[in-house]
């Protein structure tokens, strides 16, 4: 099993993440950058604190399992599964490469250590509740996660499954929402508002937190506050900036889905080394 | 005999594809533990209530919600678990066609999705509710096995099958019931087609209820002289390609037969391997790219010309080709 990192490492282990997914998506001349940048705390703790997993052993039974929901974030999970230790480090540089085990959203049976394949949203919350009540079945104690975008709640399917994990009672499983309030075409206020959000999730039947979602400390205590919670999901939202990092990434809607350039890259490493 | 004797005079007895499902699945529950029912609010229509009574904790209702419903199933694959999804082939095969593509048939998730209420027998319901374009939008998903039964001994046959193969498969039933062409005996391997009457002069391939039309339409024909090969298509993908193009090269003539579009179903997929194997004159008998409507299933089936004298005139037309 994947032995817990001490909480004060956590900011520098997320400083070599972000490198390494700015690095990555240079290299690969297209992919999500805003979006992997906003999710790096959450992945961090997730994988890093909270979770029990072995990355010498992906197929593990009593694994926790992470679904990756908002699947154009794939550079920050992969980041995180090979710092792990999932895979070589060095694959990291063939994102979205013809034959890489890095596809360009996450697909299952490429990548060690990636649990479901997504990519489409809205997908994976119905997913992460069927893997939440298979489990139940076998009485197994381990605990589902999901990741979700802000502007994916825009998907009928979300609302779908918020519906069935409160009737089916599905209390091992906790839903993270990265509210970085961008999305393609612009803030998700303008393009379709999906506020309140917290009264909406409440009124589902979930139990539902906000946090800074950028304080590692603040995203485990949300994490250890849901595993308590019974009888009901729970959801964290967690507030973070698009771009997360780099100033001239931050909250700026037009690096969602473009990868920065070489010039870019040169500029974000030096205010993350500097 | 696999298949029931020709000209037999017993009366011909009628099983409904659903009902057999039902019953089958609910006796597979003792024996794979493995297995979960999840259903759309039409529980007592697809017959799943029976599997919900012996293993209440195994069976969800997921509400009126099919898009959640395959994100789910999906889900209870991942963690070993042999998911059984049921609802109106509309439902099942078209409303969340997008989440079968992502969230099982990419991945090769082990998820077996069974409709029931297939085809323009549907009936009075009409237009919304027949589905006549499944067999398509499955066919086309890779890794998607699409099984269409001919009859609830087949349906029971198949059940056996899919439960015990790894990988996603699409099950089309229906809401009527189906005339029996099967004995006990029969064998059912999934991509294997069957050769249900000899023939020499013209190969009729059917799948589902059309292929009793089809036998009924090959006992006419004998009456005019013209040996019909009767063949029944039952796996439409992966399909039986070395039965149908040597039945091709035998009778030099195909009309396929299905309660479907002519689009994307049977006829097409036996098409494709023809024109490329083993071009034939070919006839197809189904809805011929036409929405449905309401009316009894007899009248359904005269209007949209689905009954065994329309595939004699197919196979009088394809004759002239040859």
């Known amino acids: 099993m994947f032995s817990k990192t001490p909480l004060e490492e956590l900011p520098a282990i997320a400083r070599q993440i972000r490198i390494d997914i700015l690095t990555m998506l240079t290299h690969a001349g297209s992919g999500h950058t805003g979006g992997s940048l906003s999710a790096v705390e959450i992945l961090t703790v997730l994988y890093f604190v909270k979770m029990r997993h072995d990355p010498s052993n992906p197929q593990w039974p009593e694994r926790d399992r992470f679904v990756l929901s908002k699947g154009h974030a794939a550079p920050a999970l992969y980041t995180v599964l090979a710092r792990c230790g999932y895979f070589n480090h060095e694959a990291l540089m063939t994102l979205r490469k013809m034959g890489s085990i890095l596809q360009g959203h996450p697909d299952m049976n490429a990548t060690p250590g990636v649990e479901i394949s997504t990519g ?155 | 005999m696999r298949v029931k004797a020709e000209g037999n005079k017993e009366a011909v007895k009628f099983l409904g594809t659903r009902n057999v499902y039902g019953e089958v699945l609910a006796a597979l529950g003792d024996t794979y533990p493995q297995i979960v029912v999840l259903n759309a609010d039409l529980s007592g229509s697809t017959q799943t209530e029976l599997f919900h009574k012996k293993f209440p904790h195994r069976f969800f209702n997921m509400g009126i919600a099919e898009q959640d ?57 009409g237009a919304s509710h027949q589905c006549l374009e499944d067999i398509g939008l499955m066919r086309i998903l890779p890794h998607m096995v699409v099984i269409v039964p001919a009859d609830g001994i087949e349906t029971r046959k198949v059940m056996s099958a899919i439960v015990k193969y790894q990988g996603p498969v699409y099950v089309r039933l229906s809401r009527v019931k189906f005339p029996v062409i099967f004995d006990e005996g029969y064998e059912f391997k999934i991509s294997k087609g069957t050769v249900v009457r000899a023939g020499t002069d013209v190969t009729i391939v059917a799948t589902g209820l059309m292929v009793s039309h089809s036998l009924m339409a090959a006992e006419l024909l004998e009456e005019e002289g013209i040996a019909a090969q009767v063949i029944n298509i039952s796996t439409i993908k992966p399909i039986d390609q070395e039965l149908i193009i040597n039945a091709s090269r035998t009778t030099g003539a195909v009309v396929t037969a299905e309660e479907h579009s002519i689009i994307g179903g049977l006829g097409s997929a036996v098409a494709e391997v023809l024109s490329e194997h083993s071009p034939t004159p070919m006839r197809r008998i189904g809805i011929k790219d036409q929405s449905g409507t309401s009316g009894s299933t007899a009248e359904l089936l005269e209007r949209y010309q689905l009954n065994p004298q329309h595939i004699i005139t197919a196979v009088r037309e394809v004759l002239q080709q040859k």
């Not at chain 1, 946090?211 to 849901?226: E, M, Q, T, Y």
Request: charged letters at 20%; hydrophobic letters at 40%; aromatic letters at 8%.
């Open chain 1, 120 to 274: 489409s949203l809205g997908q994976g919350l119905s997913i992460a509740n069927g893997m939440a009540l298979g489990l139940k079945l076998d009485k197994s104690s381990s605990r589902v996660y999901v990741l979700l975008g802000d502007g994916e709640v825009q998907e009928g399917q979300v609302w779908e499954a918020a519906m069935s994990a409160a009737h089916y009672k599905i209390d091992n499983l906790c839903a993270l929402l990265d509210f970085n309030g961008l999305q393609i075409d612009g803030p998700v206020r303008k393009i379709m508002n999906i506020e309140p959000l917290p009264d909406k999730w409440s009124a589902f039947g979930w139990d539902v937190c906000q946090v800074n979602g950028h304080d590692p400390g603040a995203i485990l205590d949300a994490l250890h506050r849901a595993e308590k919670v019974k009888g009901k999901p729970s959801l964290i939202i967690c507030e973070t900036l698009k771009g997360k990092g780099i100033s001239f990434f931050e909250n700026k809607v037009e690096y969602h889905g473009v990868s920065p350039t070489d010039k870019e890259l040169e500029e974000a490493l030096k205010e993350l080394c500097g």
């Open chain 2, 69 to 125: 419903m395959i994100g789910t199933a999906a889900g209870f694959a991942t963690v070993g678990k042999i998911p059984f999804v049921s609802t109106f082939a509309i439902f099942a095969a078209g409303k969340p066609w997008e989440q079968i593509r992502q969230s099982i048939t990419n991945p090769g998730l082990n998820v077996k999705i069974v409709s029931t209420h297939g085809g323009i027998t549907v009936g009075e319901d």
